[in-house]
Structures are given as structure tokens and as C-alpha cells.
């Protein structure tokens, strides 16, 4: 299985960036899809997730209303669109896929896979 995500960068602040994520190896459509981002020296935190069919989705707090999370089933592809962004945003981006059940999406020992990771840096 991989995760392979892209599109991090260097933005201003109140900029956007559009994270992508191809997956392979795996029967994409059976697993939800999800977001979480670290900061160098703290836990990684959830960001987003989205469901199986793109029937539901899941957000941080902190990215409600900026933030959103889509799919592709067809194309094996999950994209998060950034929007607004802060430097409090800045942070290594990573994808991951979940056979868990919906309910624990917002916890990374939901996942199964993770990808590589991709660097968005805020600048003020």
C-alpha cells in the first residue's frame, strides 16, 4: 500500500494550497480517508476526514470553515483544499486511510496507512 501525498509549499499568510494524496494497493472506495498534520516536536493532530462514498465529512476545530476535504473514488485520490491559511497552519501534512468505523476518524490509531508527509509553511 502507499500514500503518496503532494502539494505542500510555501504560502502567505491568508493564502491556499491544495493537498493531494494518490493511493495504490489498496481497495480505496473501502476506506475512509483522512488528514492529519504534526508540527516538529508535538503530537500529530487530526485535521479532516472524509467518509467511504464522501457521504460525510469530519473537521478540526481549528480549520471548520477553511478547510476542505474531497475524494475521488475513480482516481484513488483525496485532496484537502486549504484555504485562509495562518502560520498556525504551518505544519508536515499527512494522509492516511482507515478501516476502522467512522466514529474514530479523528484519531490516528484509527488508521492503517500513512503517507510520506508534505511540508506547508505560513508565512506571516
Known amino acids: 500500500v502507499q500514500l503518496q501525498a503532494c502539494g505542500g509549499g510555501l504560502v502567505q499568510s491568508g493564502g491556499s494550497l491544495r493537498l493531494s494524496c494518490a493511493a495504490s494497493?489498496?481497495?480505496?472506495?473501502?476506506?475512509?480517508m483522512g488528514w492529519f498534520r504534526q508540527v516538529p516536536g508535538e503530537e500529530r493532530t487530526f485535521v479532516a476526514a472524509?467518509?467511504?462514498?464522501?457521504?460525510?465529512?469530519k473537521y478540526a476545530d481549528s480549520v471548520k470553515g477553511r478547510f476542505t476535504i474531497s475524494r475521488d473514488n475513480a482516481k484513488n485520490m483525496v485532496y484537502l483544499q486549504m484555504n485562509t491559511l495562518g502560520p498556525e497552519d504551518t505544519a508536515i501534512y499527512y494522509c492516511?486511510?482507515?478501516?476502522?468505523?467512522?466514529?474514530?476518524?479523528?484519531?490516528?490509531?484509527?488508521?492503517?496507512?500513512w503517507g510520506q508527509g508534505t511540508l506547508v509553511t505560513v508565512s506571516s
Open positions: 492516511a486511510a482507515s478501516s476502522s468505523v467512522w466514529s474514530q476518524v479523528t484519531f490516528s490509531s484509527a488508521y492503517n496507512y
Open positions: 494497493g489498496l481497495t480505496f472506495r473501502s476506506y475512509y
Open positions: 472524509i467518509h467511504r462514498g464522501s457521504a460525510g465529512s
